[in-house]
């Protein structure tokens, strides 16, 4: 039987980015494999989800999400922490259609934060979301791809609403974060 390989993944960045949305199209599209969704009653800040994809015959990769929620993070900022605390990954997320001080900027403040106070270990993802709303881009491609490559972050565009890109960023991470070399 294949072994399962978990790793813990968090969701950070400001409201409205489409986080969420990114979480439910990823575990929504993988058909052949079990998954379960938990959502918290609206008093909680946070849901929890998991889905296991098969990597290879002799590996499976078990995703356990957590989606913070932007709305809630300058008022909760102090739990954010417990998000990321014992995180293999975060994927931090922004809308390339907003100007870069609605989201981008803040996506740049929590991977300034991750960097002080993760785990040293951890494998970010920077992903600028919203690309199929190509003609209200605010944000440079070429923004998002030098940041990452200064701070050494994997980084990808992509659409919830097409799924473009979706299942490639969760796959990129679990392979990078179960077998680092490849
Ligand atoms: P919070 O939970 O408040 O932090 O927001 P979030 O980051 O989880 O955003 P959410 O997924 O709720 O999406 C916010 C809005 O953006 C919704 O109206 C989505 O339908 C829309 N949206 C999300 N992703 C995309 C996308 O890729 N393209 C387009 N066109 N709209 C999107
Ligand atoms: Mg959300």
Same mark, same amino acid.
């Given at each position: 039987? %294949?072994?399962?390989? !978990?790793?813990?993944?968090?969701? +950070?960045?400001?409201?409205?980015?489409?986080?969420? *949305? =990114?979480? @439910?199209?990823?575990?929504?599209? /993988?058909? &052949?494999?079990?998954?379960?969704? *938990?959502?918290?009653?609206?008093?909680?800040?946070?849901?929890? +989800?998991?889905?296991?994809?098969? =990597?290879?015959?002799?590996?499976?990769?078990?995703?356990? #999400?957590?989606?913070?929620?932007?709305?809630?993070?300058?008022?909760?900022?102090?739990?954010? %922490?417990?998000?990321?605390?014992?995180?293999?990954?975060?994927? #931090?997320?922004?809308? #390339?259609?907003?100007?870069?001080?609605? *989201?981008?900027?803040?996506?740049? !403040?929590?991977?300034? &934060? @991750?960097?002080?106070?993760? $785990?040293?270990?951890?494998?970010?993802? +920077?992903?600028?979301?919203?690309?199929? =709303?190509?003609? !209200?881009?605010?944000? %440079?491609? &070429?923004?998002?791809?030098?940041? /990452?490559? $200064?701070?050494? +972050?994997?980084?990808?565009?992509?659409?919830?609403?097409?799924?473009?890109?979706?299942?490639? @960023?969760?796959?990129? #991470?679990?392979?990078?974060?179960?077998? %680092?070399?490849?």
């Amino acid at each position: 039987a %294949p072994r399962t390989a !978990s790793f813990k993944l968090v969701l +950070l960045g400001e409201s409205a980015v489409g986080k969420s *949305s =990114l979480v @439910l199209r990823f575990v929504r599209s /993988a058909t &052949e494999v079990r998954d379960e969704f *938990s959502d918290f009653r609206e008093s909680t800040i946070a849901a929890f +989800l998991t889905q296991t994809v098969p =990597l290879d015959d002799s590996t499976n990769i078990k995703f356990e #999400i957590w989606d913070t929620v932007g709305a809630g993070q300058e008022r909760y900022k102090s739990l954010a %922490p417990i998000y990321f605390r014992n995180a293999n990954a975060a994927v #931090i997320v922004y809308d #390339i259609t907003q100007p870069p001080e609605a *989201s981008f900027d803040k996506a740049k !403040s929590w991977v300034r &934060e @991750l960097q002080r106070q993760a $785990d040293p270990n951890i494998v970010i993802m +920077l992903v600028g979301n919203k690309s199929d =709303l190509k003609a !209200s881009r605010k944000v %440079p491609r &070429e923004l998002g791809e030098q940041f /990452a490559k $200064d701070e050494e +972050l994997l980084f990808t565009e992509a659409s919830a609403k097409t799924g473009d890109g979706v299942d490639d @960023l969760f796959m990129s #991470i679990g392979e990078f974060v179960v077998c %680092p070399k490849n």
